[in-house]
């Protein structure tokens, strides 16, 4: 009796590990029994072993084995741990970090980078900086005085969107209102320059040509409006005044006032027109409840014409389904549109010269016990022979070079580059840490190959390239003609980001956030337009948005008077 | 004798009994069999076909790329560790605790028990719990899988309810005899109780199998503690809303995590807990009975 | 005639005297409950200290004691935010539904199961119920949104059979989103939470059923007299350990399922304190959410106790 009962309990365990013998046996698990823990550090000892947590979502989480990150660790003598954040909030795993007083080597901490300053979690990088030439060729000295903290001191980098020698951007990364290759095909190549001409053109096609090659039925107008993705329904109204992506308010170039553009008569047009198209069917009536996937689904099908959509948002995914189903030749691809409220104004859709974020980036915590190896480690990322290794791979495996010494990809590593398993086993790009976009220290290829002019023309699909000779252009950048006049303080959303209910200005953004999710679905459909739009506003001003624009206004200042300093000197 | 065996009444239970089961089956059968369907399926394939009970386009590259993460093959040990030594563990101390309490004349009876019913509803949050646990050194330690859950009052309280229901004549006449506590626990109750310890080894090796908060909170700086499920969230993750970072999904040019590889992520998970359960099914589906004990 | 009656002392003493003699009994009783308490205290009621913070602007790098005390500060945010209300009417709804339909199809398929006689149909069949259980909510939500969704089963089956002229979008009405989670949670645990009454039934003295044939007794009746009967000091104890959670409706399947349309009836206060305080660098926040869940449910749990004495059911302390 007493026996079996100790079977049947030891059964169910039993059971689990037979039923996993087929993995328990692969190589690598041995060190994972040792559960203490305390078994990967078997490295040479002159190697250096850094640990880095990254308070956001990994892209791309590689193997222990990786074989690029082998090479780099040979040739630089260092190596480091990557941990990101997974299933928990930014700040809440930050809490914890800075509650039991115990940091990694690196860190990234998103939205809760200050709360890590004000914990004294952090090492000054003043003494550091100068020591090391690629780290200080990465700014300007007025875009390092951007990251100084309320005490003076800088004590973290911003990574990303940086560019070296001539800018070799090729596609619009940021938002537009995008519409398909048929469709502009099909209306021989017009000028489209308002919301009502590219309306116009959509219903035309749709009334022309319904449906899609395979029968399915057309959607001319979407938009995504799930949880923080809604930016594409709620901001284009400052892109349509011609304004670039502060992202939460618009700055006025002369007058230096910060500018709310949910109340602009611009946006009214810009909900109207919506609402006119819903009200038509043009919009999708299943825009408001579809979520992510549901939306990039719609997208891979090729029924939706047109939405508005920053282009990472969507077209990773959507062009790789277009490539991998053979849809591309129907003209599926989306091409951007620079769009303002009226005829002949300038846009900013575009904004050259990169986007420099102070809000966030990656900092060296008082826990680093090797703080210059630390600092010398992403030196040592940003040289060139490293950064091609990173972003480019190794040379005739990942890369061919041609007579010019300039850099291709077969079909095949181009395959490679995007496999997920290849991502994982062999590249290395150490994401989070300093990258350059633009050209490399050869002055002839592009840091990213992505840019490479070549890598760019051969990937682009016959209907987008008929689209870039009808309109003359030679990127996705051309067609949208944009401009640039974004002043020095440009990117305002770098301040918003940071905003917490810890200050009226902060409380009112997440309010404003709030009423906005609420009412624009309502505006949108509403039978009653105007009346449903006062309700709106009157919910809107609730919010009090003059204290966020207030504290907005605060910030822009002590910009501009930043930005005057460093130039007189 | 069972001359009433098939009345009309009876009959007309047997047929909705069978209807209710067959929509039952139907119903319940569906999102497994969409699920294992999808996992065989092309990933893009499946944004532009809906798959329903066939691949559309079969392939067997999701099960290959969920293999090739080497944190599976971490999570896996950890994960078959963790179920075997939490179950053996959590069973043994919470039939224990669960045997105390109910007995009758245990002098703290009451107030034992309101002391465990409370830490049912009340809990002082991450930072607090991560701060004692801290201090106890079972950060980056196996062992916080296994102890801080080991006692939990939800299962106690279904032992004990069970063992409430054991006549306590069994118990006195044991007494009688001059058997101890433990030796009335260990000789008489436990194997009356094997239907109620079947089923909270159940749910304790289901909670084990699918715990992933703990290695998220307590663990994540360690590659070599993951557990199966934590690596199965990093992939299903790309769906949630709060995935974003705007600048790392600008900068890393990622594409979503196909729902293929999802479902086969998925699969692969329940598998074994599956495969383990009709062991334990007899316990309480054959309808063992102590019936005879009873006065 | 002092003699009969019995001082308060002499009780007070007998009682002593009883407890000691008590306690020398059950040496095993006493020890292992010591040290169940110890653990307790350590991994339960410790951590419970950071109920402080609520009262504080708690700042993680200041720690418990350093942070500055601002009183009722943080209950009076959390109560004068309109949000919460709506969130806290919601969090309810959802939880009594759930609860309710909980119990009643859990019951009811653990009495159904355990008259299929079929061996190894019950056995199939109840292999099947639970393997939703294991699909996580992410996969669920996603096949819930499929099945629902314009051109999926059920409006295929509304416009066919039932005559509806076009697709209704069930995400988009605020009426159907409190039962659409209801039936998903149903959906995807009946199996699983009739275990525990499966087990139960095992302990069913089969004597009463061969008393009930003598009887003659139809299959419904005995299932309705004594199958059911017998399950009910399981059903109370479940009652009244799920009554104190009616406050934790889910968070996923709101947290997913919901959007801008229908956020008056699914954003609950998971969702509410994740907006307010976690997010925002807020701990205080939440931990007075916490403290505010917490007393309601201990209050709800005691009052159902209190009951249940009354009652003279199972009770949980």
Redesign the interface.
Not at chain 3, 125 to 136: E, G
């Given at each position: 009796m007493k026996k079996t009962k100790i079977a049947a309990v030891a059964l169910a365990s039993l059971m689990s590990v037979s039923a996993m013998a087929g993995c328990t046996k692969t190589p690598g698990a041995t060190t994972g029994t040792a559960a203490s823990g305390e078994t990967s550090g078997a490295a040479p000892a002159q190697v250096k072993e850094f640990s880095a947590f990254f308070a956001v979502p990994a892209t791309t989480e590689i193997n222990k084995d990786n074989e690029i990150q082998k090479i780099i660790t040979e040739k630089i003598g260092a190596k480091c741990n990557e941990t990101w954040l997974a299933g928990q909030q930014a700040s809440e795993a930050v809490g914890v970090f800075i509650a039991s007083g115990e940091y990694p080597d690196f860190i990234n901490g998103g939205d809760a980078m200050k709360a890590l300053y004000e914990a004294g979690a952090l090492i000054a990088w003043d003494d550091y900086i100068d020591k090391y030439p690629n780290i200080k060729e990465f700014f300007s000295d007025y875009e390092w005085s951007q990251f100084r903290q309320s005490d003076g001191k800088i004590y973290w980098m911003n990574p990303f969107e940086n560019i070296y020698g001539a800018d070799k951007t090729t596609t619009q990364n940021g938002e537009a209102f995008w519409i398909q290759a048929r469709v502009l095909e099909w209306a021989k190549y017009p000028k489209i320059e308002t919301l009502d001409d590219y309306f116009k053109v959509l219903e035309e096609y749709n009334a022309a040509n319904p449906t899609t090659h395979d029968g399915k039925k057309n959607i001319p107008y979407t938009m995504l409006c799930e949880d923080w993705r809604y930016f594409c329904l709620e901001n284009a109204p400052q892109f349509l005044d011609g304004y670039p992506n502060d992202g939460s308010c618009m700055v006025d170039v002369n007058t230096k006032k910060i500018m709310d553009y949910n109340t602009t008569p611009t946006a009214k047009r810009y909900f109207k027109k919506l609402n006119e198209e819903y009200q038509k069917g043009v919009v999708d009536t299943g825009a408001f409840t579809q979520t992510y996937d549901e939306y990039i689904s719609k997208l891979s099908t090729g029924v939706v014409l047109g939405m508005c959509d920053q282009w990472w948002d969507f077209a990773y995914t959507v062009n790789d389904v277009f490539k991998t189903q053979d849809t591309e030749k129907y003209g599926y691809n989306y091409i951007p549109l620079g769009l303002t409220i009226d005829k002949g104004m300038e846009n900013q859709w575009y904004t050259s010269g990169g986007t420099l974020n102070v809000s966030s980036g990656i900092a060296i915590t008082k826990d680093c016990k090797d703080v210059e190896g630390a600092f010398k480690f992403i030196n040592d990322l940003l040289s060139q022979e490293i950064h091609d290794l990173r972003f480019w791979g190794v040379k005739d495996v990942d890369y061919k070079v041609d007579e010019n010494g300039l850099y291709y990809r077969t079909e095949e590593q181009r395959k490679n580059a995007a496999d997920p398993n290849y991502k994982t086993k062999h590249l290395c790009t150490y994401s989070y840490f300093p990258q350059w976009s633009g050209t490399s220290r050869d002055g002839k290829n592009a840091m990213m190959p992505a840019e490479q002019p070549s890598e760019f023309k051969d990937s682009l699909p016959e209907p987008v390239k008929k689209v870039f000779e009808a309109y003359g252009a030679n990127t996705y950048i051309d067609i949208l003609g944009s401009v640039n006049k974004a002043g020095p303080w440009y990117p305002m959303y770098s301040y918003s980001n940071n905003m917490k209910t810890d200050t009226a200005g902060g409380t009112a953004w997440t309010k404003m956030g709030e009423c906005k999710h609420a009412w624009l679905p309502k505006v949108v459909m509403a039978k009653d337009f105007d009346k449903t739009w006062d309700e709106y506003m009157k919910a809107y001003a609730a919010c009090k948005p003059e204290d966020f624009v207030a504290e907005m206004q605060q910030e822009l200042d002590k910009r501009i008077a930043a930005y005057e300093a460093a130039t007189k000197k | 004798m069972k001359l009433k065996k098939y009345g009309p009444g009876d009959i007309i239970f047997e047929v909705f009994l069978i209807i209710f089961m067959v929509i039952f089956l139907a119903v319940t059968l569906y999102p497994i069999i969409n699920t294992l369907a999808l996992s065989f399926n092309d990933g893009f394939d499946a944004l532009v076909h809906k798959v329903h009970f066939i691949p559309h386009s079969p392939t067997l590259d999701n099960y290959k790329a969920v293999f090739a993460k080497e944190g599976y093959r971490f999570g896996a040990v950890n994960t078959v560790l963790r179920t075997l030594f939490g179950t053996l563990i959590s069973l043994v101390v919470n039939a224990i605790l669960a045997y105390v309490i109910s007995r009758k004349r245990f002098l703290f009876k009451k107030s034992f028990s309101l002391f465990w019913v409370i830490t049912m509803y009340v809990n002082g949050g991450l930072i607090p719990t991560y701060i004692t646990f801290q201090k106890l050194h079972l950060i980056n330690n196996f062992l916080v899988y296994i102890i801080p859950g080991a006692v939990s009052a939800f299962n106690m309280l279904v032992i004990r309810n069970y063992m409430n229901g054991i006549p306590e004549s069994l118990e006195e006449s044991a007494q009688i005899d001059g058997a101890g506590y433990f030796k009335i626990f260990y000789s008489i109750i436990s194997p009356l109780c094997k239907p109620v310890y079947a089923t909270i080894a159940l749910f304790v090796a289901v909670y084990q199998w699918n715990a992933w908060f703990d290695a998220m909170l307590y663990n994540k700086m360690r590659d070599n503690l993951t557990v199966l499920q934590y690596e199965l969230m990093k992939q299903l993750q790309t769906a949630m809303k709060s995935a974003g970072s705007v600048e790392g999904l600008k900068n890393g040019g990622t594409t979503i995590t196909p729902n293929s590889i999802r479902a086969a992520a998925t699969i692969l998970t329940m598998l074994p807990i599956i495969c383990i359960y009709p062991f334990l099914q007899r316990y309480f589906v054959t309808g063992l009975t102590i019936g005879g004990v009873k006065e | 005639m002092a003699s009969n009656t019995i001082k308060p002392e002499d009780l007070q003493a007998h009682k002593k005297v009883k407890?000691l003699d008590?306690?020398k009994?059950?040496?095993?009783?006493?020890i292992?409950?010591a040290l169940?308490?110890i653990?307790?205290i350590?991994?339960?009621?410790?951590?419970?200290?950071?109920?402080i913070?609520a009262f504080q602007d708690y700042?993680?790098?200041k720690?418990?004691f350093g942070s500055q005390w601002i009183g009722l500060e943080k209950f009076k945010k959390l109560f004068e935010n309109k949000?919460f209300y709506l969130a806290f009417r919601n969090t309810l709804a959802m939880g009594v539904i759930n609860l309710v339909f909980h119990f009643v199809t859990a019951i009811a398929?653990a009495l159904?199961?355990n008259?299929?006689r079929i061996?190894i149909?019950?056995?199939f069949?109840?292999?099947?119920?639970?393997?939703?259980?294991?699909?996580?909510w992410?996969?669920?939500t996603?096949?819930v949104?499929?099945v629902l969704?314009?051109d999926g089963i059920v409006n295929e089956f509304l416009m066919n059979v039932c005559g509806n002229e076009t697709a209704i979008?069930f995400?988009?009405v605020k009426g159907y989103f409190w039962w659409i989670v209801a039936f998903t949670n149903v959906?995807k645990e009946t199996?699983w939470n009739a275990?525990?009454y499966?087990?139960?039934?095992?302990?069913?003295?089969?004597?009463l059923y061969e008393a009930a044939?003598m009887d003659?007794a139809?299959?419904?009746q005995k299932m309705w007299y004594i199958t059911l009967p017998s399950l009910r000091?399981?059903i109370m104890?479940l009652l009244l350990?799920n009554i104190?959670?009616v406050l934790n409706a889910g968070f996923e399947l709101q947290?997913?399922l919901g959007?801008?349309?229908?956020?008056?009836v699914s954003k609950i206060l998971d969702v509410f304190i994740?907006?307010?305080g976690?997010?925002?660098?807020?701990?205080s926040l939440?931990?007075a959410a916490?403290i505010f869940k917490?007393v309601i449910?201990?209050i709800l749990?005691c009052l159902g106790n209190f009951i249940a004495k009354k009652t003279g059911d199972?009770r949980?302390?």
């Open positions: - | - | 407890f008590e306690a009994r059950q040496p095993f009783l006493l292992s409950s169940l308490l653990y307790g350590i991994f339960y009621y410790i951590p419970v200290i950071g109920w913070t700042k993680p790098a720690g418990f949000t398929f159904l199961l008259e299929v061996f149909a019950k056995k069949i109840q292999t099947v119920s639970y393997m939703p259980h294991f699909l996580s992410i996969i669920v996603a096949i949104r499929e969704s314009a979008d995400f988009a959906w199996g275990i525990i499966l087990a139960a039934i095992t302990a069913i003295d089969p004597s044939d003659g139809s299959r419904f000091p399981t104890i350990i104190g959670n947290y997913i959007n801008d349309v229908i956020s008056d994740l907006d307010w976690i997010s925002q660098f807020d701990f939440g931990t916490g917490s449910a201990l749990v199972e949980l302390f």
